[in-house]
């Protein structure tokens, strides 16, 4: 979908609306607003549809009488690694667009790539292996670009549309990201690709913020000037394009921020400072961390921070999140959430030295599956006694995301918060060992927004001065999240003596479930 959300000078959101692909578009024939094809790997979106979703948008806030000569700037997201293909020429139609028609009426004919492939598409392993080969394997790709090569990471997805489509790719003077795409509409012209969503290509250098030759040559040819110069997610990238003034009524001076990845602009609509965690308690399990000094390694995936060009952000996945959580409710609770809570009010911290892993279904980080249970001697157990087998799972799910999450070079301060969102956030005893775990407070924040209303916090700081002036200080005035639990005291001894053990015993499994080596 396309959201739309107007923070006033005290970002209180005022407005908010959106378009709905499947909906409010059905001509496309999208399910979720994307096309699988029969291979099931291959998964793409209709470059018009999202223009038409912004012509809708635009049009719905017209309508409702919304006054665009108040807007001073504006910025936005897209889904990550997502790509576009501008078809030679399409700058001249960008540039002279004609207010008196529709975006997708006069865009028609501009793209070389009418299905972009998106983040969901997995047809790439062999340009995957191809990457990595080039620049002397998976650890090396990520340390120079901040993550192993993946099948939906952008660069991967340009080297396939060369390889099978050679005439497409010759055809393209411009290669954007969603995000750089959908900036270039409001610019009337090019937008570049921003440091942020720019790292989750595998071709950006993070340390340098300048496209890595290597990377590139391995792609496709004349990559580099297909892509342009990358910028600092805060840069003014220019002025409002003459066709939303003549048409909606923004003030000529209205000013376009770099737009980013969707993870980026929640990063920053969480308002995450330095030492800070987010974690998504969801279907799966998500982590976001604000970085110093990043340790890329084989899993998880290093940004460049969209709110400070000389920082860095993590993303660590879980998949064995909520519907685990469900599982051992289920069969240990009697399917009953208040059960679960009074199994970990009513056991220690530490689980007298239990500690258990639950993955149901193949874990990314890392790579197990199956339940593995051990005691105090370290010995593998068949089962746990329920409220045993309640707390083995929470901690060792928050354990492994600390472990996992210092891996990368995430390490607690003494100012450290962690944010919860997400499905388990509202159940305050799981939080509390999330607080004990990490040895840090938990708040909760309402982030049904989040990626919207971290681009109109975005917007807001590129105004007020970009790298210039610290995020932290702009958005000083935005709603504040609620504390919802502290460490217990000790928490900190209980879990220095555990972490380590947990750590071990992961590694004891991953070895088995790899079988001696050949």
């Known amino acids: 979908m396309v959201k739309v959300v107007a923070v006033d000078a005290e970002l209180n959101v005022f407005y908010e609306d959106s378009v709905h692909f499947d909906r409010d578009l059905p001509e496309f024939g999208t399910q979720g607003g994307v096309h699988v094809h029969k291979d099931r790997l291959t998964v793409t979106s209709p470059v018009l549809m999202w223009v038409q979703a912004l012509d809708l948008i635009l049009e719905k806030m017209k309508a ?3 006054d665009f000569s108040q807007v001073l700037a504006l910025s936005g997201a897209g889904q990550q690694h997502g790509s576009v293909y501008w078809k030679t020429g399409a700058s001249l139609a960008l540039s002279s667009l004609s207010p008196a028609l529709l975006l997708h009426q006069q865009l028609q004919a501009c793209f070389s790539v009418s299905d ?14 191809q990457l990595e080969a080039a620049v002397g394997g998976a650890q090396a790709l990520s ?32 290669i954007s990201l969603v995000s750089s795409f959908a900036a270039s509409l409001f610019l009337g012209g090019y937008s570049p690709i921003d440091y942020s969503d720019g790292s989750g290509m595998n071709l950006l250098q993070i340390q340098e913020k300048v496209w890595s030759q290597a990377c590139l ?49 929640s990063l920053a609509g969480m308002r995450l400072e330095e030492g800070d965690v987010a974690v998504s308690l969801g279907t799966s399990d998500t982590l976001f961390l604000w970085l110093q000094k990043p340790m890329p390694a084989l899993e998880g995936h290093i940004f460049c921070n969209p709110v400070d060009a000389r920082q860095y952000m993590a993303l660590l996945c879980f998949k064995n999140g909520s519907l685990m959580r469900e599982k051992i409710r289920d069969e240990s609770a009697s399917c009953s959430w208040n059960k679960f809570s009074k ?40 089962a746990f006694p329920g409220d045993v087998e309640i707390r083995a799972l929470v901690e060792g799910q928050f354990m492994a995301k600390r472990i996992h999450a210092e891996g990368l070079g995430y390490r607690i301060m003494p100012k450290t918060k962690i944010l919860a969102t ?40 590129g105004l007020a001065g970009g790298t210039g002036v610290a995020f932290s200080e702009v958005v000083k005035s935005a709603p504040q999240p609620s504390l919802a639990a502290t460490p217990n005291p000790g928490a900190s001894q209980v879990y220095a003596a555990l972490l380590p053990r947990y750590a071990e015993l992961e590694q004891r499994i991953l070895s088995k479930a790899r079988g001696p080596l050949e």
């Not at 099948?151 to 396939?160: L, V």
């Not at 530490?350 to 790579?367: A, R």
């Not at 339940?371 to 105090?376: G, I, L, P, T, Y």
């Open 64 to 66: 409702s009488g919304f």
């Open 116 to 129: 972009c492939p998106i983040w969901m598409d997995s047809s790439t392993t062999a340009q995957c292996h």
């Open 143 to 174: 340390c120079l670009t901040g993550s192993r090569a993946y099948e939906r990471f952008t660069g991967n997805q340009i080297s396939k549309i060369f390889q099978k489509n050679p005439e497409a790719y010759s055809n393209s003077e411009r």
């Open 217 to 265: 040559d391995a792609c496709a040819p004349h990559l580099k000037e297909k892509l342009g110069s990358p910028v600092p997610s805060c840069s003014v990238v220019g002025a409002i394009s003459s066709y939303y003034v003549q048409r909606y009524g923004f003030p000529p001076g209205c000013k376009v921020v770099a737009f980013t990845g969707d993870n980026p602009a």
């Open 343 to 382: 199994a970990l009010q009513s056991t220690e911290m530490g689980n007298n030295g239990n500690l258990g892993f639950y993955f149901d279904v193949m874990e990314i980080t890392p790579e197990i599956i199956g339940c593995h249970r051990f005691n105090a001697d370290n010995m593998e157990v068949s």
């Open 422 to 461: 997400g499905g388990a956030s509202h159940n305050k005893d799981i939080l509390q060992v999330l607080a004990d775990v990490f040895g840090a407070p938990v708040y909760v924040i309402d982030t049904t927004s989040s990626a919207c209303v971290g681009s109109a916090y975005r917007a807001f700081h």
